[in-house]
């Protein structure tokens, strides 16, 4: 009789969760929970009540379940179970911005289980994701590359759509939108093939989200619009509140463009209210950014002033350089039009510091990426350069006939004047 519940109680969560239903499927995994005595089972579902629950940003939560896995893993003794109770710690960290958690677990899985494996493209994501929070361009590219191997390699079309979605959010941050463009559409082709009750469509939302960021640097205010209006709806459908904190974020920033400082400052209010909920600190570090500006466009260089010192704070915490870079820049700029009282602390030193610590310049030319939109060309060593810049390492120098330059960031990581625009 316990069996026959137990079998419906997991069918019906199951049903839930293909609709994407995942509060109300977690509730029902839970229940299940608790009957299971087999550990092999309990460490399956709290592997999938992990999953759920990052699915609606609750992060914290989930890493209990993540803790209970490993836990099980110990009991059961076997390495790959541990390496998978590994990564759901490394996921739930990556998730609430713990960067450095994250790659130490995810390490910790590559040990355990180093060989080809189910979770072993997803590790390679997960680096990758933490990489990037952490402004380590280099190292996130090279992990995205990995991953994306391993995706196609496995046939895995669901790790090849969360990969290429990643590859355009990084193109994003360093300023390629074409580039940023392509990947997201591939992304959302390869969602085209997926069945209308599955489950992994939450994927489309998220991908339409960084498409809408695209536009909205690129100026193309109304498109951008447009798409998050489009993710915002869905996302109130499934309770998604990771996307619809990044929504609200694109919201303000698109009505802050417009100089419509009135229905700009409440929409960061509530995207920085759910990201202070789900833990994102790196979505927090931005709201705030953009508050300061509406500040600047106020004249209240004071509340400005305020914002930007809370978003230096939060992002030295995650350790996220580009966030970090980004509120020196803007404090020099505030300085610049109402003098403070940090005016000799030198935040141009910081900037350019900081440039080089996340290498940040086009090995060939020397100038900043990022510095404008422009199309970029990423090495086989993870340096990027511009597009433009890329065909001198094809030149055949004496001695080197039909053999590719090296990567000249390699050979001496140095930038000219260093600087990033704010926007």
């Not at 399956?44 to 939560?61: N, P, W």
């Not at 994701?129 to 190292?139: L, Q, T, V």
């Not at 997926?194 to 339409?208: E, I, T």
């Amino acid at each position: 009789m316990g069996q026959k519940i137990t079998k419906k109680e997991l069918e019906r969560a199951e049903n839930l969760y293909n609709e994407q239903r995942f509060d109300e499927a977690v509730v029902e995994w839970k229940k299940t929970l608790k009957r299971l005595n087999k550990p092999q089972d309990k460490f399956q579902l709290c592997g999938r009540i992990c999953s759920a629950l990052c699915d609606v940003g609750k992060y914290r939560e989930a890493l209990t379940f993540a803790g209970q896995q490993c836990e099980l893993a110990t009991a059961i003794g076997d390495s790959n179970f541990k390496a998978e109770a590994y990564f759901s710690i490394a996921f739930c960290n990556e998730k609430s911005c713990e960067f450095e958690k994250a790659i130490s677990y995810c390490k910790r899985a590559q040990h355990k289980h180093p060989e080809k494996s189910v979770i072993s493209g997803k590790t390679f994501l997960c680096l990758g994701n933490a990489y990037a929070g952490m402004s380590e361009f280099r190292r996130s590219w090279t992990h995205y590359v990995r991953a994306m191997d391993e995706a196609k390699s496995t046939a895995n079309k669901v790790l090849e759509i969360q990969t290429s979605a990643k590859m355009g959010a990084l193109f994003c941050r360093l300023g390629d939108h074409e580039s940023c463009a392509a990947y997201c559409n591939n992304s959302l082709e390869l969602l085209g093939d997926l069945m209308d009750d599955d489950p992994d469509l939450k994927y489309r939302r998220q991908v339409v989200v960084q498409i809408a960021e695209a536009f909205r640097k690129q100026g193309r205010l109304a498109e951008a619009m447009d798409s998050c209006e489009d993710a915002m709806k869905i996302a109130m459908q499934y309770s998604d509140r990771p996307v619809q904190a990044r929504c609200l974020y694109l919201f303000a920033d698109i009505h802050r463009k417009r100089s419509d400082c009135e229905r700009a400052s409440p929409r960061y209010e509530s995207a920085y209210s759910i990201m202070s909920e789900i833990g994102d600190r790196v979505g927090q570090v931005e709201v705030l950014g953009g508050m300061a500006k509406t500040a600047v466009l106020q004249r209240d260089y004071q509340k400005a002033r305020e914002l930007n010192n809370k978003a230096l704070d939060l992002s030295t915490k995650a350790d996220c350089k580009l966030g970090m870079l980004r509120c020196h820049a803007r404090q020099k700029l505030l300085n610049e039009i109402s003098p403070g009282d940090d005016t000799g602390q030198g935040h141009e030193t910081y900037v350019k510091k900081l440039v080089e610590e996340m290498e940040l310049f086009c090995g060939v030319c020397g100038d900043v990426i990022g510095q404008k939109p422009e199309r970029l060309e990423p090495l086989s060593c993870g340096h990027f350069v511009h597009a433009r810049c890329a065909p001198h390492l094809a030149r055949s120098t004496i001695g080197r006939a039909g053999r590719r330059r090296p990567c000249p960031a390699c050979r001496s990581n140095s930038s000219r004047n260093p600087v990033l625009p704010l926007t």
